[in-house]
């Protein structure tokens, strides 16, 4: 799960503005619009599908100080023009920066056990080292 | 109308800018797919608020910014009207 509507759920269809760049034909008949194609690609269309990429993945890197809080769903919500394609809902999620609300030495003691528990098992691994082959 | 490159003095092929709204889904092994793309702009709007707006159309040959001449021929009726002012007067 990636980003996540807060009104109606949606998980997966979203709409995001982007700008795309085409190409421009002045003919004698007019004007005809039409992607822009160099010698070997299509700009146009790798563009489009660059730049929606470059886009999602600034959304979902935010911090959260970029983001704006939802109180409702103590969540936060993407303040960048992401919205649902369901119900066009502004109120985006991402759910994975859902923080805890909780200070960092709280976290820290809340996780000390399994902490230790990977400590043991690095210590376990280490004893066991695989055997060198010796003449 | 006709457009121009300032710089090479290309005519005939050039690129624009346009916002479009593009409608996508997650898919299970995470990547995307692009399912709608909705023009957002005016293609006719864009061009006659060429000079009041930040965006520019430019010159698919060189990358100059293009000129856009909405009346070509309109040096051409000014003159007339200068000439039926004169044979007026």
Known sequence: ?135 | MKIICQSCGNHKNFLIPLWVRCTFKFNEDGTISILHIRQLESLEDKIVDQGKTSFAITCKECGGEARIILNQYEHLDEHKSQALALEGL
Request: proline share 2%; charged share 30%.
């Open chain 1, 1 to 135: 799960m990636r980003l996540l509507c807060l009104c109606c759920g949606n998980r997966r269809y979203f709409d995001v503005d982007i700008e795309s760049l085409k190409q421009l034909n002045s003919d004698t008949e007019g004007l005809i619009i039409e992607n822009a194609r160099f010698e070997d690609f299509d700009f146009t269309e790798d563009g489009l599908r660059d730049n929606l990429q470059n886009q999602v993945d600034y959304i979902l890197n935010q911090t959260s100080s970029q983001m704006l809080f939802d109180s409702a769903t103590e969540s936060y919500y993407s303040a960048i023009e992401v919205l649902c394609a369901k119900c066009g809902s502004r109120r985006i999620a991402i759910p994975s920066k859902t923080f805890k609300k909780l200070s960092l030495e709280q976290e820290l003691e809340q996780n000390r056990e399994e902490f230790q528990n990977i400590r043991k098992e690095r210590k376990n691994h280490e004893n066991n080292l695989p055997v060198l082959w010796q003449p």
